[in-house]
């Protein structure tokens, strides 16, 4: 066998980009970061950096996550963050062409959470904000904000994010994954709007209910009930500690 050469390969960079998904104002939101630098500068993006030579992908994620948002990763040997985040890797993206620097080889990160706080930008981004995954996919006139959102996401970020959106939209049905957007406390009502804003409908209350009780280790009474929705005392609830559901959660046909 022949030495093996590295000279004889061409050099490129690995990357991380952040599907940051969260749940505000009964919206299923994402994170983006104004570029402030080239190429594409002024341009919203989903946050991101190069992987170090001495880290790995997790932790380049997790470090670009908060470099550039101020928010943290839950990771198995860390402490809980008071903001803590579901971290999982998405998909690897490696047209030639989807970085006009050079070579560049993205491995995307899907990141959920419970309604978090406004981001904090850093790194190189000039500024972060939450929006619907809406205003991002499909950005017009009419859902831009002063036509901040105007333009297209930056690089292939578009097609990023729709992949990690309907990754979420399918780990719901047949995992416990949807916990991960509500507080460590929680009521099925909060729960089942979670659920809607995720898949886009509407869910009957009453249906939802007997689904979620009723499917073994996936929901665990707290004994204690809390008034925060208006009316009547609702139970509370913690994610039990089945991962995956059955039978599933299934999708309406819309």
Same mark, same amino acid.
């Given at each position: 066998?022949?030495?093996?050469? @590295?000279?004889?390969?061409? @050099? ?26 080239? @190429?594409? #500068? ?6 991101? %950096?190069?992987?170090? &030579? ?5 932790? +380049? ?8 948002? $101020? ?12 903001? $803590?985040?579901?971290?999982? #890797?998405?998909?690897?993206? $490696? ?18 959470? @419970? ?35 105007? &333009? ?6 578009? #097609?990023?994010? +729709? ?25 099925? *009502? ?9 898949? *886009?409908? &509407?869910?009957? /209350? ?10 073994? *280790?996936?929901?665990?009474?707290? *004994? %204690? ?9 609702? #139970? ?10 059955? /039978? ?7």
């Amino acid at each position: 066998m022949p030495p093996y050469d @590295p000279s004889a390969f061409p @050099p490129f960079a690995v990357t991380v980009d952040l599907v940051v998904l969260t749940v505000r104002r009964h919206a299923l939101c994402a994170l983006a970061v104004r570029r402030g630098e080239p @190429p594409f #500068q002024g341009r919203w993006a989903l946050p991101g %950096g190069f992987v170090r &030579a001495d880290e790995d992908l997790e932790a +380049a994620a997790a470090r670009e996550l908060a470099e550039e948002t $101020g928010l943290h990763a839950q990771t198995p040997a860390g402490p809980t963050p008071v903001y $803590g985040a579901h971290l999982e #890797q998405l998909a690897t993206y $490696g047209d030639p062409k989807r970085d006009p620097r050079m070579r560049v080889v993205s491995v995307a990160h899907l990141v959920l959470a @419970p309604d978090l706080p406004a981001p904090t930008a850093g790194g190189d981004a000039h500024s972060a904000r939450w929006a619907p995954v809406e205003t991002l996919l499909e950005p017009d006139d009419a859902h831009a904000r002063e036509g901040e959102l105007a &333009a297209p996401l930056a690089f292939d970020h578009a #097609q990023i994010l +729709a992949d990690g959106v309907e990754r979420a939209r399918s780990k719901i049905e047949y995992s416990s994954l949807a916990t991960a957007f509500c507080p460590p406390e929680f009521t099925v *009502g909060e729960l089942r709007r979670v659920y809607e804003a995720v898949w *886009g409908v &509407a869910l009957d /209350p009453r249906n939802f209910h007997r689904k979620v009780t009723g499917t073994p *280790g996936f929901l665990v009474p707290t *004994g %204690g009930t809390t008034t925060r929705q208006g009316g009547r005392p609702a #139970q509370l609830f913690r994610a039990g500690g089945a991962t995956l559901l059955n /039978p599933p959660m299934l999708r309406p046909e819309v």
